[in-house]
């Protein structure tokens, strides 16, 4: 009995504060009085410390802690919190943390549909990203995938839900005639342009002056937009690069043709250009330079443009335009679909250009809110740089125009197809994907996927997912991030835009 105290007590200051395992009463008591007397001790630190600074009548009861905290390790700051490495693989990783998910793009925009990894909404609107996302520099769209995978269906939406944001949209060139029903919907307008009928377009009409520029500057404008149009015209057909003096001859012939025009008061027509082509004295006489060499040089010429004023595509882009551009319609479509179908098809490629031509300097107004158009059907302008580089410069001023351009192709090939690597047409291509920030893949056919992986920079999973998509799913890449979306469509756009109804 004599030593028990001393056993206690020996327990007492080698046991911690607190026992964990301490159930039984014995423990439980011991932990109590140990807990008293470190609070006793606590006080008299305390109460020692302020009698050092404070004065004698200080009555209040002395903090239970000091209040600067406790002294040392105890104290718990200052130490650096070490933790040991953890290495794992990404497989491993993937089975750690296996629900990260992109967090979206906001929820400012159109409707698309499911974003299909986050199970979120997903909604896009490419001008109000602008600015706001990294990297998203421009509010261009480039489509790609196999044949029926949706595209149309899904620019067709795009189109359709941007209306009811107050957006216009214009389809300068659509060879299958498949928008018409939904400007029929949207209360919108088409023009049809074929043989036997009544729609004319003029290509080289001059929109209105914008407010922000002289006259001397708009006219410099619509002079570079026409002697575009006409170098890539006359490139397409001839199917290749003007000569210098090819050039010159174009330069005069327009300048010839627009004063005479001007005289008149009237626009300056396609079928002007091409006869003063044809006329060796007028062009001479126009350069006042060495007689007979301009004539000579511009007989090449004289025939291509011929090809549009006296072939297969006569009296559609050479006579006075029988559609006035309302900017107030929700949507306007040029429908091509009855050019009729010859083996080569340069007549629609030649329309497609002067019909673009056409609508877009008829958007230059920068007051014209905001816009989209759609190129569907692109791919078959690829093969021909002239109307890439009529393109491009026509993307480079949409930014200004508050214009996004969608672009729809078959294959990221298709870019390929401009010409060979450090060509200027692959040059053209390429400059125009770099101008697309928002690039959406539907399916692509297992051959492609190393050209689509190599010029999208896509990562090897995104590579194996395309190869994989089903009708209506994509992969979007919006500057640099990844979404696998599935485009919904309500029941009356499902009905409106299908263009199966023949094979059901
Ligand atoms: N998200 C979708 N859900 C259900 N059906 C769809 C969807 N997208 C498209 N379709 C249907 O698939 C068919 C083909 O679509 P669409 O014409 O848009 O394909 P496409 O990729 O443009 O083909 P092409 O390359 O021939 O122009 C249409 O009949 C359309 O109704
Ligand atoms: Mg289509």
Redesign the pocket.
Known sequence: MSHRPARRARRASASPLFTPHGTDRASRKAARRRLAEAVAKARSEVAGQAAGTATADHESPAPLYPPSGRPGPASARGNRLRLPDHRMTTAIAAGAYPFLAEGGLGAEGIYI?RDVHAEASFVFDPFALYGKVEGFTNPNVLLA??????????AKSIGLRSVAFGYRVYVPCDP?G?WSPVAAALGGTSVALGPGLPGRLNPLDAAPRPASLSETDWAGEIRKRRLLLLGSLARTVLGRDLLPMEHTALDVALDTVVTRADDSGRTPLLGDVASTLNSPEQLDEAAGLMSGRLGDAARDLAHAMRRLVHGDLAGMFDAPSTVAFDPDSPMLTIDLSRLGGSGDDTALVLAMTCASAWMESALTDPRGGRRWIVY??AWRLMRHPGLLQRMQAQWKLSRGLGIANLM?I?RLSDLLTAGDAGSEGRALAEGLLADCSTRII?RQETDQLHAAATLLGLTSVEAEAIAHLN??RGLWKVAGRSFIV????HAHE?AL?????RMH
């Not at 599935?486 to 469509?489: D, E, G, N, R, Y």
């Not at 835009?497 to 109804?501: L, N």
């Open positions: 549909g995938g196999v044949i029926g995978q949706g595209k149309s269906a899904l299958k498949e569907d059907e729809v078959h539907y009708r209506g599935q485009h919904l469509l499902l835009f299908d263009t199966d109804a």
